[in-house]
């Protein structure tokens, strides 16, 4: 960026400021990390971290409850839109020959502001994922003690309804 003469205005410094780029050093592959994982490592940790233990724990309650059949078109447009989001990290890989993830991406392409904001965004959606897979665990754990625990806490803890929430009960 320009920098700024002595008239620019604390805003215009300021938004100079949030779009700065990160900028590379000269060897950006030198690491003292080896390089061993073949193209077949990475996809399988990729499918792996994709999968997790929501597929096997929430594929059932859904076409139960929601999908039906469709599940299967659903996993399709899944299917699609994980392939979309892996061709924009192999992208930005290729942009970028520096380790790093969504933050450094963006840091490096976009500006400073951005990958805040992105870095938030990241740490929301792991913290969505946990409860989402917490959530379903408990539920199966419940069922396994034939809903015990659920009517243990209605009973003598509380019981939390929200009208203008449409959460779903488990019996």
């Known amino acids: 960026m320009a920098s700024c003469v002595s008239g620019c205005s604390p805003a215009m410094r ?22 061993c994982l073949s193209t077949v490592d990475l996809a399988l940790l990729g499918v792996g971290g994709m999968v997790g233990s929501g597929l096997y ?11 039906g059949p469709a599940v299967v078109v659903s996993f399709l447009i899944a ?3 994980s392939l979309m989001a892996a ?10 020959p520096k380790t790093g993830s969504a933050y450094m991406f963006t840091y490096v392409s976009v500006g400073e502001i951005w990958a805040f904001l992105i870095g938030w965004n990241v740490i929301l959606e792991y913290m969505i994922g946990g409860a989402a ?7 199966y754990l419940d069922s396994i003690f034939n809903h015990r625990i659920q ?5 003598h ?4 309804t929200c009208p203008s929430l ?3 009960q488990t019996s």
């Open 157 to 160: 803890v509380m019981r939390w």
């Open 151 to 155: 009517n243990f806490t209605e009973s």
């Open 57 to 67: 724990v929430l594929t059932g309650t859904v076409a139960k409850d929601t999908a």
């Open 79 to 81: 299917g699609v839109a």
């Open 166 to 168: 449409p959460i779903t």
């Open 87 to 96: 061709l924009c990290y192999a992208e930005f890989g290729a942009r970028v």
């Open 14 to 35: 300021f938004c100079q400021k949030l779009n700065r780029l990160k900028t590379l050093e000269d060897d950006v592959m030198a690491t003292s990390l080896k390089r």
């Open 133 to 139: 897979v917490a959530r379903a665990w408990s539920g």
